[in-house]
C-alpha cells in the first residue's frame, strides 16, 4: 500500500498522492489494419494480451481507478479482462476521435480532484518508470496537461509537437500538418497526463474542424495554452517504449523486443540460452539457474522450470511445472502436466494435460501420457499410449504398451501397482488393476485384474508345425 507514497517523499517533489490518479485507457478503435476479426488489443504478445501488458503497466501505479474506453469488439474485450475486477468500462459507440473517448469516462471522472493518465490501449511497452517521471514533470510544472513526448528521426504520421519561445504551444496531426510542421521531429506519444479539475469542460469545447473531422484530444494544449494554463512535456529517451501497434508487422517488431527483454533477463539469473534469437518464452514463465535451453524451444502460459534443466530443439512446454535436472529432449510437447527431479522425457513425447511424473522417471520416443500419474523412477521407454492411469514407482512398461481407456462411451482407470513389468505390445483393457510386482508377458490383452506377484499371460499359445516350409515348396513345385 504504501510504497508508492513512499517513492513520491523520496523524491521530495510535489506530487498528488496516488490514491489521486486515476487511469484511462483508450481502447475503442477499430485496428483496421490488423485485417483481423479479433480485436487489435487481443493479440498477443509473448503470452499477453496488448491489453493486459498496458493494464498491469497501469496497475503498477496503485491508482484509484483504472477506467477503458471501449467500442470496437467491446464485448469481447470486456470478456478477456473479467477476471479484473476494479477495472471500470464505459463504451464509445461512435469512434468520433481521441478527445470524444475521453470524454466517455466523464461519469466516472467529473466532479473528482486528481490527475488523469492516459494511456494508448495499443501501446503496450510504457514502462511504469516513465509514467512515474510523467507524473513528477507533471506536478512540478503544476501543469494542466502534460504530454510524452519522443524525438524520431522519421515522424511521419504522428502528431508533431509545435513549440513557441521553446515552449509547447500545439499538436498537429500529420494530416494538418503544413510543410515547415513535416520537418519537425518531436513528436506526440498520445500518453498525457491531465489535472481533473479543468478536464472535463476543456474537452467540451474541441472541436472537428481538421481533415479528419474527428475530435481531436491534443487538440487540448492549444486550447489550455489560450486559457494561459500551463502544459508540460517531458521528452522520453527510449522512443521504442511508446510503439503502437497497428499491423501485424508492428505486432511481430514489438513482440521481438519483448522476447528479447524476458531472454536478457532469464540469462541475467543464470539461465543459459544458446541461442537467444529462437527461444521464445512468455511474460510470466519462470526458469532455474543453470538450465539450458537450446534453440527453438517455446515455454508458455505459467510454466515454472526448476534448476540445471536441459530443455532441447523443438520442445513446447505449457502450462508445466518442472523439478530441478530434468531433461526434456528434442520435440517433445508438454502441456498442464508436472515433472518432478531428475526425469528424462523424450525425443518425441508428449504429456498431455492432468499428467504428473514422477522424479527420475525415463519417458523415451514416441509415449503419450493423458493424465497419467508415473510414480518415482518408473519407465515407459519407447512407444506406448498411457491415459488415465496410475503407475506405481520402479514399474517398467514396454514398448507398444497401450491402455485401452475409451471404450467408446467412457472413460476408465488404469491401476499399476509397484515394481510391475508389463511386457511388450501389452493391451490393458479399462478398468483394470495389475497390482505390486506382478508380470505381464509381452503381447498379452490384459482384461481381467492381475494380482501381487502373479505372472498374466493372455495371449494364445504358439504352435510350431515342423517341416512346414519345405511341405509348401513341394506343393508348389506339383503345380
Ligand atoms: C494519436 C494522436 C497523435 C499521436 C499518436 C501516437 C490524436 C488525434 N492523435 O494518433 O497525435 O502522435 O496517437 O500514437 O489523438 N481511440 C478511441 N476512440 C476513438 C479514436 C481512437 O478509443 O474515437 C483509441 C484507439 O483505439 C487507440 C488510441 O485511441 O488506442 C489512439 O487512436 P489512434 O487512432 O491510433 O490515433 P493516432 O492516429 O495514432
Ligand atoms: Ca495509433
Redesign the pocket.
Known amino acids: 500500500m504504501g510504497s508508492g507514497r513512499v517513492f513520491q517523499h523520496n523524491q521530495g517533489l510535489n506530487s498528488p498522492p496516488l490514491s489521486d490518479i486515476h487511469v484511462v ?7 483496421t489494419r490488423m485485417k483481423s476479426q479479433l480485436p ?2 487481443l493479440h498477443g504478445i509473448a503470452g499477453l494480451t496488448i491489453i493486459e501488458r498496458v493494464l498491469r503497466t497501469a496497475a503498477a501505479l496503485q491508482p484509484a481507478s483504472i477506467t477503458m ?4 469488439g467491446a464485448a469481447e474485450v470486456k470478456q478477456s479482462l473479467a477476471k479484473r475486477t476494479r477495472l471500470q468500462f464505459v463504451s ?1 459507440e ?8 475521453l470524454l466517455q469516462a466523464r461519469g466516472f471522472l467529473e466532479g473528482k480532484s486528481g490527475t488523469v493518465i492516459l494511456l ?4 503496450p511497452l510504457l514502462s511504469v518508470d516513465s509514467l512515474k517521471n510523467l507524473l513528477a514533470t507533471h506536478a512540478e510544472a503544476a501543469a494542466a496537461a502534460t504530454v510524452i513526448t519522443a524525438i524520431l528521426a522519421r515522424p511521419f ?4 509537437i509545435v513549440r513557441a519561445a521553446g515552449k509547447i504551444s500545439k ?1 498537429v ?2 494530416r494538418d500538418t503544413t510543410a515547415a510542421q513535416k520537418a519537425i521531429t518531436e ?5 498525457y497526463a491531465f489535472d481533473l479539475v479543468p478536464l472535463f469542460a476543456a474537452l467540451d469545447t474541441i472541436g472537428t474542424a ?1 481533415k ?1 473531422g ?6 487540448l494544449v492549444a486550447i489550455y495554452r489560450k486559457q494561459k494554463r500551463a502544459v508540460a512535456t517531458w521528452t522520453i529517451q527510449n522512443a521504442d517504449e ?1 510503439r ?1 501497434i ?1 499491423s501485424r508487422t508492428e505486432l511481430a517488431e514489438v513482440s521481438t523486443m519483448v522476447r528479447q527483454q524476458k531472454n536478457e533477463e532469464l540469462m541475467a539469473a543464470g539461465v543459459t540460452l544458446i541461442d537467444p534469437a529462437t527461444t521464445y518464452v512468455d511474460a510470466d514463465v519462470v526458469v532455474g539457474p543453470d538450465t539450458v535451453i537450446y534453440p527453438c524451444v517455446f515455454l508458455e502460459g505459467s510454466t515454472k522450470i526448476g534448476a540445471a534443466c536441459e530443455i532441447h530443439s523443438g520442445a513446447r512446454i505449457v502450462n508445466a511445472t518442472l523439478g530441478d535436472r530434468v531433461c526434456i529432449r528434442n520435440h517433445t510437447v508438454v502441456t498442464d502436466s508436472t515433472i518432478e527431479a531428475g526425469a528424462f522425457v523424450g525425443p518425441f513425447a508428449h504429456i498431455r494435460p492432468g499428467s504428473e511424473v514422477g522424479a527420475d522417471v525415463h519417458i523415451g520416443n514416441f509415449v503419450e501420457l493423458k493424465k497419467t500419474v508415473m510414480g518415482s523412477g518408473a519407465k515407459a521407454n519407447h512407444l506406448a499410449y498411457l491415459g488415465d492411469a496410475t503407475i506405481g514407482p520402479k514399474t517398467n512398461v514396454g514398448a507398444g504398451t497401450i491402455t485401452c481407456n475409451y471404450d467408446g462411451e467412457t472413460k476408465h482407470q488404469t491401476v499399476i501397482g509397484a515394481n510391475v513389468f508389463v511386457g511388450s505390445n501389452s493391451t490393458l483393457v479399462a478398468p483394470v488393476t495389475l497390482a505390486d510386482g506382478s508380470y505381464i508377458a509381452a503381447g498379452s490383452a490384459v482384461t481381467t485384474d492381475v494380482p501381487a506377484g502373479a505372472l498374466a499371460i493372455g495371449r494364445s499359445r504358439q504352435e510350431n508345425k515342423e517341416g512346414w516350409v519345405a511341405k509348401r515348396k513341394e506343393a508348389k513345385a506339383k503345380n
Open positions: 485507457v483508450l481502447a475503442a478503435g477499430k485496428g487489435k488489443v474506453v471501449v467500442g470496437h464509445q461512435q469512434q468520433l476521435g481521441t478527445g470524444h473517448a494508448s490501449g495499443d501501446v504520421g504522428y502528431g508533431r499538436i496531426e500529420e513528436i506526440n506519444s498520445g500518453i481538421n479528419q474527428e475530435y481531436y484530444l491534443p487538440d511508446i503502437g497497428n
